[in-house]
């Protein structure tokens, strides 16, 4: 089969297109017909540069969430049947973990795409239990972005925050993946939602995304807008995944009295200043969680069968052996959405 390799650490040249041996499912696994897999910042781009705090041995292949077709089914495999689209989680269950609290997992964390080779390629062999199928009404592309993003939005909206009905929210980074599908969670839980972005522009496509207000935090003053919003109370829960040390106290001081930070980015750089006076005064919670349990998946499939879910942007789907440009254009920071790469595309290119 045609992969995109990692044989080394290093700009985006390291990335090479290759003739490598397609994997043969083991028992309890699904070989499955890659049809497009997402490109990311933390996961795959942070993992090539060598800047992801677990390293992966050499060669290896990136993709932490493929989504396709079942091509053929390991021994012992019921659950799935050659032709089912599905799309995968990337976090593997240890033999430790209690099964629907994945995210608790007391194991070690180990992922499709980190810890063995993922979907850069035309084919990839995982865990059947990891495969979910997919609704008929998404496409391929809609199902990766709302598989990476909608079951963690959920997640961190009901598991850690326990949004109630009511309640305010301020979603920040309004249009990107994970916000606009935190934005969509939350107005189906009943909550009031704040969408706050860096510009005009995507301060409008928070409230497309279903925001009822939204706010451009470069250009008005964030925690200011949202007390006169909420008529000075602030708000209950702030989904923030950005870890943008300039944008960090603005979301945090839009707390109300005994709010709940979530967070589950970093992509601003991840280092803030925290103001634990303020914190412990006002009795705020702040929770870190990157994953999701395994009924949040099942949840998030159930609310897209009616095709009701607005899909993450894209910004555009390359072909496999474009990889590299793919992670240019993300570092080049001048895209608009997510970067889908499609083996299926490659299928035919040389390698040579």
Not at 108 to 120: A, K, L, S, T
Not at 159 to 183: F, K, R, Y
Not at 192 to 204: E, K, N
Request: proline share 7%; charged share 20%.
């Amino acid at each position: 089969m045609k992969a995109v390799v990692l044989r080394e650490f290093g700009d985006p040249s390291v990335l090479r297109f290759e003739e490598i041996p397609t994997p043969n499912p083991q028992p309890g696994e699904v070989l499955i017909k890659v049809r497009n897999v997402s490109v990311n910042v933390t996961l795959d781009i942070l993992l090539r540069k060598g800047l992801y705090p677990r390293k992966p041995p050499f060669p290896h292949v990136l993709g932490v969430d493929p989504t396709g077709e079942v091509a053929a089914l390991g021994d012992g495999v019921t659950s799935h049947k050659v032709g089912d689209r599905v799309s995968v989680h990337t976090s593997l269950r240890s033999p430790q973990c209690v099964p629907g609290q994945e995210s608790r997992d007391p194991g070690p964390d180990e992922m499709i795409g980190i810890h063995r080779w993922g979907g850069y390629a035309e084919f990839v062999a995982v865990p059947a239990e990891n495969a979910f199928k997919i609704p008929d009404v998404l496409s391929f592309e809609e199902a990766n972005v709302i598989m990476r993003h909608l079951p963690t939005a959920r997640h961190l909206l009901h598991c850690d925050a326990g949004l109630q009905p009511g309640e305010w929210v301020l979603v920040m980074g309004a249009s990107g993946g994970l916000a606009s599908m935190c934005i969509q969670v939350a107005k189906r839980m009943g909550a009031t939602v704040i969408g706050a972005a860096g510009s005009d522009d995507r301060v409008a496509t928070g409230v497309e995304f279903g925001a009822d207000h939204g706010i451009n935090y470069r250009t008005q003053g964030l925690a200011e807008e949202v007390r006169k919003l909420t008529g000075g109370k602030g708000v209950e829960v702030v989904a923030e995944n950005i870890g943008d040390p300039d944008l960090w106290p603005g979301a945090f001081d839009s707390l109300a009295k005994q709010g709940r930070l979530v967070t589950a980015g970093a992509h601003g750089g991840g280092q803030v200043t925290l103001n634990l006076q303020s914190m412990y005064l006002r009795r705020i919670t702040i929770m870190g969680d990157p994953g999701c349990d395994f009924p949040d998946i099942d949840w998030a499939m159930e609310q897209a069968a009616d095709g009701s879910i607005r899909t993450p942007l894209v910004d555009r789907v390359l072909p496999l052996h474009e990889a590299a440009e793919a992670h240019r254009l993300i570092e080049s920071r001048d895209i608009a959405g997510k970067i889908l790469l499609d083996p299926v595309a490659s299928a035919s290119v040389s390698t040579n």
